[in-house]
C-alpha cells in the first residue's frame, strides 16, 4: 500500500488532464445507468480495499462537520457541543467547520477512527464513488483520485465500463 500511496499524487496528476475530459463529457451526456455502474465498481473495489492501510484520507484531508456531526460527536465524547468546536475545530474560508489540524485527531496509530461509530458524514461517504448522479461531483472526485487509491481505481475502471 505504502508503493500505491508514494505514487498516487504523481499517478493522478498524470491522468489529470485525461479525466476532466471524461467527466466533462460525463456530465454533458450521462449514461442512463451511471448509479448502478458506479455502485456496481464502488462495492466491487471496497471488498478488495482495506481502508485501515491507508488512512491517507484521515491523514491528509479534514472532513467538513454539520450541527449534526458536532451534535453526535460532541455527545459522544460527553462534551457540550461548544466545547468539542473549541477544542478540535475550527471554521474555514467557506464558513463551515472542520477540523483545526490534520492528520484527524480521532485517528489512532492503528489507522483506526476512535470515534468510527460516530463520524460525520463526509467520512461515513468517503470517497462519494457510489453517490447518486455522480456526474454532480466530479470535481470533487477530480480531488479524490490523489487521495484515495480506491477512488483512483474505481475512475480507472469505470473510464473502461463506460467508456465516452
Excluded at 484520507?57 to 456531526?69: H, I, M, S
Amino acid at each position: 500500500m505504502k508503493h500505491i500511496l508514494n505514487n498516487l499524487p504523481k499517478e493522478a496528476k498524470d491522468k489529470h488532464i485525461e479525466n476532466k475530459k471524461y467527466f466533462d463529457k460525463l456530465k454533458k451526456k450521462t449514461p442512463k445507468n451511471l448509479d448502478y455502474v458506479m455502485q456496481d465498481l464502488h462495492d466491487a473495489e471496497f471488498k478488495k480495499t482495506d481502508c485501515l492501510k491507508c488512512a491517507n484520507c484521515c491523514k491528509t484531508t479534514g472532513p467538513l462537520f454539520t450541527d449534526a456531526d458536532i451534535e453526535r460527536v460532541s455527545k459522544y465524547l460527553r462534551q457540550k457541543p461548544q466545547q468539542f468546536i473549541e477544542q478540535y475545530l475550527r471554521i474555514d474560508e467557506d464558513r463551515d467547520y472542520v477540523l483545526q489540524s490534520v492528520p484527524c485527531t480521532f485517528l489512532d496509530n492503528e489507522n483506526a477512527c476512535m470515534i468510527y461509530d460516530v463520524r460525520p458524514k463526509a467520512c461515513r461517504e468517503f470517497p462519494h464513488t457510489d453517490r447518486k448522479k455522480f456526474q454532480q461531483i466530479t470535481d470533487l472526485t477530480l480531488k479524490n483520485v490523489a487521495i484515495c487509491p480506491a477512488a483512483f481505481n474505481i475512475v480507472e475502471e469505470m473510464k473502461k465500463k463506460l467508456p465516452l
